[in-house]
């Protein structure tokens, strides 16, 4: 096992591919097309060459390359972290038994399952930013977005290597049809519901960023716990890229709040827009669309099949080793949030059934953190509006507040009420057109779109008017 990439391959990796012909055939049978979905489906904006992060290595120090690339040259390589040989599975039923390298087979259905769930999110994301790149605020995002979009096919790369490697035929067939599903696509849409959403300005790509890329964050946290050790060390790699992108999303809101904090102050009104700003009460209700769309990624708030999961030894808890119990949970009850009597409760159940749930107020508690941050910008600015997350029960298709309506503070609505004040909380026809109106393309270094802040640091040590991307 080497830890450096070998580069001098057609897929870069650091699994000794070269030492498996068959499996390095069907994957160099796939990469045309993948390359062809890339072309296709990935980003429309045409460049040279944009200042992109390249995987090289899984140490500590440098693990990555920074330098101008042409995107389709980009070298989408497969790596795990390195492999602890006296890894032993930390939870469930086979709590302290060896780490498996290869698939058991009474797991086989639902392991190859738990990875074409994360595998399809990671293309879907690309295919919703794909046209981002024609209104980028500044040379410096455009080269964040993209780079964003390389490592999420990257990530697809990674659940690829899985399936072919551990499933035969059937995770070869898998790894097709990852291709052949697209984000919104009436008839193969991507498998969950926030992936099938359009990303059609740059507001809701920072959202995105922060609230469901940070789903990601969790559920690869869940599967890095994994038992099966090919797929832990997958997702443990996969997490070191996926700080990036919560960079992306948190600095980005940031920034955003930053301008309209600025442009409140000099104008001395909230109603910013006829000032090239996006107004405090728009950032919310974009807020309030993404956190509540991203809390259905989390499924329902019990779940047997995750208890299942979880007892197997496939799917753990976000810090599993920092838990302080049995973990097996078998003895255990939590509260969970439910309908009680037509108001919104809560309810005790199984530990292990009540495992999203766990997951939820973990990903919950890390959302709070950006929202105080942004509250911070406002406060410092000495204006007294914040933003805030709302309630579990606001704007939910999955789960128990899938079936009522609330509003962001919880209170339960009638569907009739509901439709008559939900452009009060989500963005309406008028808060996406202005969104949409001032997203034009700075494209010239060192520039910045009129309704957001440029950023304090630039990428890799440069400055922000560095010359990130060249556009064709
Ligand atoms: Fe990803
Ligand atoms: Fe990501």
Not at 126 to 145: C, F
Not at 299 to 312: C, I, L
Request: with cysteine; net charge negative.
């Amino acid at each position: 096992m080497t830890a450096s990439a070998d580069y001098g391959e057609k897929i870069p990796n650091n699994v000794d591919l070269h030492e498996d012909r068959r499996l390095q055939r069907a994957l160099e049978s796939w990469q045309p097309n993948f390359l062809s979905w890339w072309e296709s489906m990935g980003p429309t904006l045409p460049t040279q060459d944009v200042y992109l992060r390249t995987a090289v290595d899984v140490g500590r120090e440098g693990w990555a390359h920074f330098g101008h690339v042409a995107m389709r040259d980009y070298r989408w390589g497969i790596f795990l972290s390195e492999r602890d040989p006296d890894r032993r599975i930390g939870f469930g039923a086979h709590k302290g038994e060896p780490a498996w390298q290869k698939v058991p087979g009474e797991y086989r259905a639902d392991l190859r399952r738990l990875i074409v769930i994360q595998g399809d999110t990671e293309p879907a994301s690309v295919e919703q930013q794909r046209n981002l790149g024609a209104t980028a605020p500044s040379l410096y995002d455009l080269r964040n977005l993209f780079q964003v979009n390389v490592e999420e096919g990257r990530h697809l790369w990674a659940m690829v290597y899985l399936l072919h490697a551990h499933f035969g035929r059937e995770g070869r067939e898998e790894a097709e049809e990852l291709l052949h599903r697209n984000s919104g696509s009436e008839e193969s849409p991507r498998i969950l519901g926030a992936f099938n959403e359009e990303t059609p300005d740059w507001l809701s790509f920072f959202m995105f960023t922060y609230f469901t890329d940070r789903d990601g964050k969790y559920q690869l946290g869940t599967l890095k716990e994994s038992g099966f050790d090919p797929l832990s060390r997958t997702c443990e790699f996969m997490l070191k890229e996926e700080a990036h992108h919560m960079m992306v999303g948190t600095t980005g809101i940031d920034r955003v709040v930053e301008r309209t904090v600025q442009l409140m102050l000099e104008h001395d009104t909230d109603d910013i827009a006829p000032y090239g700003g996006i107004p405090l009460g728009v950032v919310q209700k974009y807020l309030n669309f993404h956190y509540s769309v991203s809390l259905d990624l989390f499924g329902g708030e019990t779940s047997s099949n995750v208890a299942n999961y979880y007892t197997a030894g496939l799917k753990g808890r976000w810090m599993e080793g920092r838990r302080k119990d049995d973990h097996r949970l078998t003895d255990d009850a939590v509260m969970v949030d439910a309908l009680v009597d037509g108001t919104i409760g809560q309810t005790e159940v199984a530990a292990l059934v009540g495992l999203n749930t766990d997951l939820r107020r973990e990903y919950v508690a890390d959302c709070q953190s950006g929202v105080n941050r942004w509250n911070r910008i406002l406060a410092d600015a000495g204006l007294p509006q914040r933003l805030k997350l709302p309630s579990v029960a606001f704007n939910r298709q999955v789960g128990a507040f899938a079936g009522i309506e609330a509003t962001p503070d919880g209170e339960p609505l009638t569907a009739e009420e509901w439709a008559a004040q939900k452009g009060a909380w989500l963005p309406d026809d008028v808060d996406k057109a202005h969104v949409r109106s001032l997203m034009r393309p700075v494209h010239e270094r060192g520039r910045i779109a009129s309704w957001i802040a440029p950023p304090r640091n630039g990428i890799n040590g440069r400055p922000f008017d560095y010359d990130y991307v060249h556009l064709a």
